[in-house]
């Protein structure tokens, strides 16, 4: 497993919470292009937390408290269950 994968896990966890803030937006301003946009672009971000975590092994390369705390801070149960994982072996 690369490290360069890890960078890319959080980096798609951040384009989640954009994506989601994005569509957010959209609901309260009653804007459906950015719901759209939002919503796809949460999808695309979900896929790619997918990818980059095939075969991750969370004992090996996983950021322990730090990971399981931005999982619960933006309720990627995922993220959240690697990090305690990771944690324990720390």
Not at 19 to 36: F, I, L, P, R, Y
Not at 39 to 61: F, L, T, V, W
Request: proline letters at 2%; hydrophobic letters at 30%.
């Amino acid at each position: 497993m690369s490290d360069q994968q890890n960078p890319s896990l959080i980096g798609q966890h951040a384009n989640y919470v954009a994506a989601a803030a994005k569509e957010t937006v959209g609901s309260v301003t009653g804007s459906e292009d950015w719901k759209a946009t939002g919503a796809q672009e949460k999808q695309d971000a979900i896929d790619g937390m997918k990818s980059a975590s095939e075969n991750r092994d969370p004992n090996s390369s996983g950021f322990g408290k730090a990971e399981e705390m931005a999982g619960k801070a933006v309720g990627c149960e995922g993220m959240e269950s690697e990090g305690q994982q990771s944690k324990t072996s720390q």
